[in-house]
């Protein structure tokens, strides 16, 4: 009887195709698992200026009153590896974009005050919805 020295042609290349189709599924997942964790810095930006919109309105109550830079709204926020630039707030309107780096998806908040007690509940909206990045 003959011993087996190694492995043959056909089970090394049987290995590496599981590894390359277990790759090809990997790969993309973890992308988009990465791009999502770097979309976080976004949301978590914008949570500063949920919490400054709803100090200006508990104050004013008007959201017409609360645009970035007035009424204790900070200024719009520097552009980061994460944020892209142009990020506004307009009427308690808070509009950010990631940057290409974190899925270049654009996250809406639109704050709406409820009727009762004043309090205000904020509606996510944009392009991060549909990838599951939002909040």
């Known amino acids: 009887m003959k011993q087996q020295q190694g492995f043959t042609l056909i089970e090394l290349m049987i290995v590496v195709a599981i590894i390359g189709l277990i790759a090809s599924f990997a790969f993309p997942a973890y992308h988009e698992h990465v791009m999502k964790t770097r979309f976080a810095e976004v949301n978590t930006i914008s949570n500063t200026y949920k919490t400054a919109v709803a100090l200006c309105y508990s104050q004013t109550n008007d959201l ?66 549909a990838s599951g990045a939002c909040k």
Do not use: F, K, R, Y
């Not at 506004?88 to 270049?104: L, Y």
């Not at 004043?118 to 944009?126: P, S």
């Open 64 to 129: 017409m009153a609360c645009d970035a830079g007035t009424n204790g709204i900070p200024g719009p926020a520097e552009a980061t590896e994460n944020l892209a630039a142009g990020m506004t707030v307009v009427d308690g309107v808070i509009t950010m974009a990631g940057t290409q780096a974190a899925g270049g998806w654009v996250s809406v908040l639109v704050p709406t005050p409820s009727n009762s007690g004043g309090t205000l509940n904020w509606t996510q909206n944009g392009t991060c919805l």
